[in-house]
């Protein structure tokens, strides 16, 4: 499906009027001309959990922007084996530009919705906005200073701690009410509890009696196993080790 029929307020696709992309992510530094444009090739698509949405060394012929939902990005080793390698959120950008072939997977971990337009058509509005090459490379700067924390995270933090830290980093990127005044947060948890484990490396047992041990603090309250209610982020983000 594309936004080529449809009707423009104020010379900006409508589609792209509410879209969390438009006003907090990448296509926030296009004009109006330039999001018609990318709008004329852009297409509206869903996927349930666990389809791929890029495969490891896959030629790259297109880009995305989550508009919702959680995608799960794996690396793959020879042998087999995979390691989470980090998630992402609306209104994230999604692919790599200016590469040939991907050099990761990526898998709708719930049911993700996203906005999809071809490799051509933004690399072209790179060069010619520097607005957007900026855009860009503050998302990747942000993407590294976060890999930096994680590897924190999983290299000196306790088991308790990264348990926190993943909830908190979840409750900060799925629930829009959460702020800096530590509201309460209501989640469902994007990842089985093997994919946590996975992600923290840690073993399922462990991850199962943090959430325990959470619960049991009165810092978190669980819901048919995936429905998270954080009654206080402040209190969580204590327990995250600073």
């Avoid at 909830?167 to 800096?180: G, H, T």
């Amino acid at each position: 499906m594309t936004v080529r029929q449809d009707i423009r307020s104020f010379r900006i696709p409508v589609l792209c009027g509410p879209c969390k992309a438009r006003h907090h992510g990448v296509c926030g530094a296009l004009d109006p001309d330039q999001l018609v444009a990318l709008a004329k090739t852009s297409s509206r698509q869903k996927r349930e959990p666990g389809v791929e949405l890029i495969g490891n060394a896959e030629a790259i012929g297109s880009y995305s922007n989550v508009l919702s939902g959680v995608v799960k990005l794996t690396k793959s080793l020879s042998d087999g084996r995979q390691q989470i390698v980090g998630l992402r959120f609306a209104p994230d950008f999604l692919g790599r530009p200016f590469k040939v072939e991907s050099a990761i997977n990526a898998e709708a971990a719930t049911t993700v919705s996203l906005c999809t337009f071809p490799k051509g058509a933004i690399e072209r509005m790179m060069k010619e906005s520097p607005e957007l090459q900026n855009r860009l490379l503050k998302q990747t700067l942000n993407e590294l200073d976060a890999a930096r924390e994680w590897m924190v995270t999983l290299g000196r933090k306790t088991a308790l701690e990264k348990v926190a830290s993943f909830l908190l980093m979840i409750a900060r990127n799925i629930d829009p009410a959460v702020d800096p005044a530590a509201r309460s947060a209501c989640f469902d948890l994007p990842l089985t509890r093997v994919d946590i484990a996975d992600f923290l490396g840690l073993s399922d047992e462990t991850v199962s009696r943090q959430f325990t041990r959470l619960r049991a603090d009165g810092l978190i309250r669980i819901e048919n196993k995936r429905y998270v209610t954080v009654d206080s982020v402040s209190r969580l983000e204590q327990r995250c080790g600073g």
